[in-house]
């Protein structure tokens, strides 16, 4: 299940990089001030597709699971930057 979720989520990632070339910069987000986040837009968008994808209904079940995925995801955003 580990793998299949991270194989996913790496397809979905390209993917979105693919068709937003000329909405976000080199780092995969979008212009705006303040801090570069660590954990891109495009990687909170493939997470969320991800997410959809396989039928993870909530939040809370979400992040729930994502605590098996340190290392795959070691820039992982918390909980509350994800609602942001």
Not at 11 to 30: A, F, H, M, P
Not at 51 to 68: G, K, P, T
Request: charge should be positive.
């Amino acid at each position: 299940m580990k793998h299949n979720f991270c194989t996913k989520y790496g397809k979905i990632l390209e993917i979105c990089k693919q068709y937003s070339k000329n909405l976000v910069n080199e780092l995969g987000n979008t212009t705006k001030r303040g801090v570069v986040p660590k954990f891109s837009d495009l990687e909170v968008i493939a997470l969320s597709l991800t997410a959809e994808a396989m039928s993870i209904d909530s939040e809370n079940c979400l992040f729930v699971r994502l605590q098996s995925y340190k290392t795959e995801f070691p820039n992982l955003i918390s909980r509350r930057q994800y609602n942001a």
